[in-house]
T-cell receptor, first 115, second 117 residues
């Protein structure tokens, strides 16, 4: 089975621009979560999508948004980029089995640099 | 609210020595606990997970972890370190979902493991 794929792997943007990152989950997985990883703040939860609905959101400003399509693929968007948005953005998928501890499987990440 | 504390941002051991990475958690409900490893320029790979079954959990690459409720700990160990174990290790906590609702992992700050030849 193919793993979680994320595109692009590297991205360079300038302040004020917007960016869209894409994530394709493992086949059959219906939940996609997004995390931001920075040296200062570590790994922080952004949001989770399941059945095309946002189920949970972390403590990030409204400039961070996402969506999920009917094939479970997900995109996240960051508008009006700031220097502090430079980070590794990780996507994780899970099957979302009710009543069980679903393991989240991570993609390789998208490295975003904001200049 | 849940939280995870990893004691020691950097751990250095000699090849062949015992690896011990410490993780303490805080959770108001019975937690599910995970250890992930991250190699440079890569995503996170699951090493092992605790889901309220056996308290001693065996994972990949010879790693294991023991859940100790009385100590709120989930330390990761490996009897003999290998050069290929050099990476960053993350402990994470979540709660079991009884309905298909929200789910998120709360991570510790990570421990960078260095292996000396």
């Amino acid at each position: 089975k193919a793993g979680v794929t994320q595109t692009p792997r590297y991205l360079i943007k300038t302040r004020g621009q917007q960016v869209t990152l894409s994530c394709s989950p493992i086949s059959g997985h219906r939940s996609v979560s997004w995390y931001q990883q920075t040296p200062g703040q570590g790994l922080q939860f952004l949001f989770e999508y399941f059945s095309e609905t946002q189920r949970n959101k972390g403590n990030f400003p409204g400039r961070f948004s996402g969506r999920q399509f009917s094939n479970s693929r997900s995109e996240m968007n960051v508008s009006t980029l700031e220097l502090g948005d430079s980070a590794l953005y990780l996507c994780a998928s899970s099957p979302r089995t009710s009543g069980r501890a679903d393991t989240q499987y991570f993609g390789p990440g998208t490295r975003l640099t904001v200049l | 609210a849940q939280s995870v504390t990893q004691l020691g941002s950097h751990v250095s051991v000699s090849e062949g020595a015992l690896v011990l990475l410490r993780c303490n958690y805080s959770s108001s409900v019975p937690p599910y606990l995970f250890w992930y490893v991250q190699y440079p320029n890569q995503g996170l790979q699951l090493l092992l997970k605790y889901t309220s079954a056996a308290t001693l959990v065996k994972g990949i690459n010879g790693f294991e972890a023991e859940f100790k409720k009385s100590e709120t700990s989930f330390h990761l160990t490996k009897p003999s370190a290998h050069m290929s174990d050099a990476a960053e290790y993350f402990c994470a906590v979540t709660t079991p979902q009884r309905v298909q609702g929200a789910q998120k992992l709360v991570f510790g700050q990570g421990t960078r493991l260095t292996i000396n030849p």
